[in-house]
């Protein structure tokens, strides 16, 4: 993997290359990101992703894929990303569910994953919730990948493998009175024989969160740095990331050469695509701004300005009102400001995006949306923007249309 001449990058570029191909310039509905999917923790939050690059939801199917989180993907995508998400091999298989609650369990490997997707193929003909789901996979299960749950008296499979198994068993997620609800995909595949197009997998991951190392493309599918070896793809680029070596398809290097800060200022949800780079330290230098970008429960947004996370924003709901207060992690330029409103609008949009056959509150009513943004200084000292309704010029909210 090592090259005798690196070319020497910076963080800045690397920061700018991603923000172009990320696709926050909104030039494109289908924005190429797409084919790494678009995580969808906490629920609803994949929306507003999609509308900080200027795209929706619109023929997205949502299941677990990577490392099991819920990910909206293409649909014609799915039959490939299964194959390419399928384990290795043993030792891949048995990385990926190696926890302490099915220890033996989890040296089955390629097995494991088999007896499950092939559960869940037979389970799930018709929308089921997830619950009832879980029964019917732990009871056709071997019994090492269930553990007893005292408090219920009953053995459950393994939730990593279980959710990691969707997919392979052509299941779609999704939510119906509160609850997750589990159906067969409309156009449903055979369970993967073995892995293929892993290389591809890996290619996508670096040419939208690279320049990477092996390690961090492991860490994002769930598995060790020597599988990620075994698949590693041929035709990249060797860099040199502040002195780091790292790694791009080849085809990407004069754009990461050339790349420059922009001036777009967006609104990532927690789970956002640019976020889910491994290399968190060059996103976030700040160790402290890191960890609050990063909270393990309850994270909050993320402000991009530039190529920069510039703060962090929470969205609150009451009723039709959202408030959105940003915290910048230092003071931010009026245009960055009055850019805000347009930002929080997009997400009160997002938020409010009708599932199928739910129509907008607002259409429905007639009335504008309405919105605030609130931007907490530095200090401590939270500021109203300027924010205003169309209809009456004043400083109001957002409205949510159909919740979820």
Excluded at 208 to 236: M, R, S
Aim: charged share 20%; hydrophobic share 40%; with cysteine.
């Amino acid at each position: 993997m090592t090259g005798k001449h690196r070319v020497e990058v910076s963080r800045e570029q690397v920061l700018a290359h991603r923000v172009t191909v990320h696709g926050f310039d909104r030039s494109s509905t289908a924005p190429g990101v797409l084919a790494l999917g678009v995580q969808d923790t906490p629920s609803g939050s994949a929306r507003t992703a999609l509308a900080a690059r200027g795209a929706t939801a619109d023929g997205l199917e949502l299941v677990w894929s990577f490392r099991g989180a819920p990910h909206l993907h293409r649909a014609a995508d799915l039959p490939g990303l299964a194959t390419a998400l399928w384990p290795v091999d043993d030792a891949d298989a048995t990385a990926r569910i190696n926890t302490a609650v099915i220890k033996e369990g989890a040296k089955l490997g390629l097995g494991a994953f088999e007896a499950a997707a092939r559960a869940f193929r037979e389970a799930v003909t018709a929308p089921m919730a997830k619950g009832d789901v879980s029964t019917a996979v732990s009871a056709a299960v071997p019994p090492s990948l269930t553990y007893r749950c005292e408090p219920c008296g009953a053995r459950h499979v393994s939730g990593l493998l279980f959710q990691q198994a969707g997919l392979f068993g052509s299941v779609r997620v999704g939510a119906e009175g509160g609850r997750t609800v589990l159906s067969p995909l409309r156009r449903r595949f055979p369970v993967p024989e073995s892995a293929a197009g892993t290389a591809a997998l890996v290619e996508d991951y670096l040419r939208f969160l690279g320049p990477a190392t092996p390690a961090e493309v492991a860490k994002y599918l769930g598995t060790k740095p020597a599988v990620v070896k075994k698949v590693w793809p041929q035709d990249l680029a060797e860099v040199s990331v502040d002195g780091r070596p790292a790694w791009l398809p080849a085809g990407d290097l004069d754009s990461l050469v050339s790349a420059r800060s922009g001036e777009a200022v967006r609104l990532l949800p927690p789970g956002d695509p640019f976020l889910q780079a491994r290399d968190r330290a060059l996103v976030v230098p700040d160790k402290a701004r890191e960890k609050e970008v990063w909270r393990a429960i309850g994270g909050p947004g993320a402000l991009l300005v530039g190529s920069e996370i510039s703060g962090t924003w929470r969205a609150k709901s009451a009723g039709r009102r959202l408030d959105v207060t940003v915290t910048p992690f230092g003071p931010l330029p009026a245009a960055v400001r009055e850019a805000l409103d347009a930002e929080a609008a997009r997400v009160a949009s997002a938020r409010g995006a009708a599932r199928p056959g739910c129509a907008s509150t607002a259409a429905r009513s007639g009335r504008p949306t309405a919105r605030r943004v609130v931007v907490r200084e530095p200090g401590g000292a939270a500021h109203p923007a300027q924010t205003t309704s169309p209809s009456s010029g004043r400083a109001t909210t957002v409205t949510r249309a159909c919740r979820s």
